[in-house]
Nanobody, 123 residues
């Protein structure tokens, strides 16, 4: 089992920044690719970003590319999502997730999930 706990969400004005963190415990963190997903009210949970086990490869959904940066610190068992130039449409609950597949981007490929952290961007 892998336990994941997100933090760092909050209320921010459009154009502002937030940094989300996700602390992992349980099995060896570096064995898992890590992803961030988000779910807005009334919408499906969607992929945001993914980082490979080593941190050497990242991938983003188009709407956040250039604004969000995913990173990880395997020594601290933590993955981060730096979010800059936030827009009201980024408002959602953000979830981190772990996958044993290094290039996972589909929700079904992630087997461990955190409880989520709310991000609200005001206009």
């Amino acid at each position: 089992q892998v336990q994941l706990v997100e933090s760092g969400g909050g209320l921010v004005q459009a154009g502002g920044s937030l940094r989300l963190s996700c602390a992992a415990s349980g099995r060896t963190f570096s064995n898992y690719a890590m992803g961030w997903f988000r779910q807005a009210p009334g919408k499906e949970r969607e992929f945001v970003a993914r980082i490979s086990r080593s941190g050497g490869t990242t991938y983003y959904r188009g709407s956040v590319k250039g604004r969000f940066t995913i990173s990880r610190d395997n020594a601290k068992n933590t993955v981060y999502l730096q979010m800059n130039s936030l827009k009201p449409e980024d408002t959602a609950v953000y979830y981190c997730a772990a996958s044993s597949r290094d290039l996972a981007v589909l929700r079904s490929e992630y087997h461990y999930w955190g409880q989520g952290t709310q991000v609200t961007v005001s206009s």
